[in-house]
């Protein structure tokens, strides 16, 4: 197999070119050609390159990359260092990041819903002219408190939660990673939980005036979804060897 026609496939399945992003999503750094064995990660870390390549890894898939913007202007300090790991390993690095997020049926907000339990899903969480996150209902009303357990079990600790609004909950939406904001679309939605990563003092703020619960699982938590999910794919549809490294980040 080669790392192109597996990154070409990756292209045409995630949309990447329907996003807007800062990520320059897709192929960030290309290897020989060879491809037996994949590793996918959340970020793009030099600690997940050297991780990679000592299990054996011609390409990494990752949900942060390391090209935004003009990150690589310069190839000096950890740009350096972290590229240097690549380049001698002969690893491959592909990253999806808003895409990722959006996708529905590989994306981390749709893999959160489905292990939630979530039906009637449908897209939610503007940004950039995207909806990146869903939202969807419970088979049956839960107390917010049951419902926090549940949430525990499948995204896992620590979470942080507010419980402003109704004890009573059925109506949830999800928007993995750094998206706090988009708590003011679920208050003006009547959403009964919002689920993000990281929170925010001003979100704080928005979920008591909104009379809304909300739980904050962490950014890295919220964001493996995805990428197991793609290296799952990989495995059906190539034949490939496929390992999620977890770094065990928790934030």
Request: glycine share 10%.
């Amino acid at each position: 197999m080669d790392v192109s026609t597996v990154a070409a496939y990756l292209d045409r399945e995630l949309r990447i070119a329907d996003f807007e992003d800062s990520s320059h999503n897709g192929l960030q750094v290309a290897n020989s050609g060879r491809l037996k064995k994949v590793c996918c990660g959340v970020d793009a870390s030099l600690d997940f390159f050297e991780l990679a390549a000592e299990r054996g890894a011609d390409m990494a898939i990752c949900h942060h990359g390391i090209s935004w913007g003009d990150s690589l202007a310069r190839i000096s300090g950890l740009n350096y260092r972290r590229l240097s790991t690549l380049l001698k390993y002969d690893v491959a690095l592909y990253a999806c990041h808003l895409p990722l997020d959006a996708h529905p049926v590989l994306g981390n907000n749709a893999q959160i819903c489905r292990a939630l339990g979530l039906k009637r899903l449908k897209p939610f969480g503007m940004y950039h002219g995207k909806e990146i996150g869903f939202e969807g209902v419970l088979s049956r009303p839960k107390r917010f408190t049951t419902f926090l357990n549940h949430v525990t079990e499948c995204i896992g600790p620590p979470l942080h939660a507010w419980d402003f609004g109704r004890k009573m909950v059925e109506r949830v939406a999800v928007v993995s990673g750094g998206a706090a904001g988009e708590i003011a679309e679920a208050g003006d939605k009547d959403i009964d939980v919002y689920i993000s990563g990281e929170q925010t003092l001003a979100a704080y703020n928005l979920a008591r005036e909104y009379g809304i619960n909300a739980i904050f699982a962490g950014h890295y938590a919220t964001e493996r979804f995805g990428v197991i999910a793609v290296g799952e794919r990989l495995k059906k549809r190539f034949g490939l060897e496929v390992e999620f490294i977890d770094t065990g980040i928790t934030v």
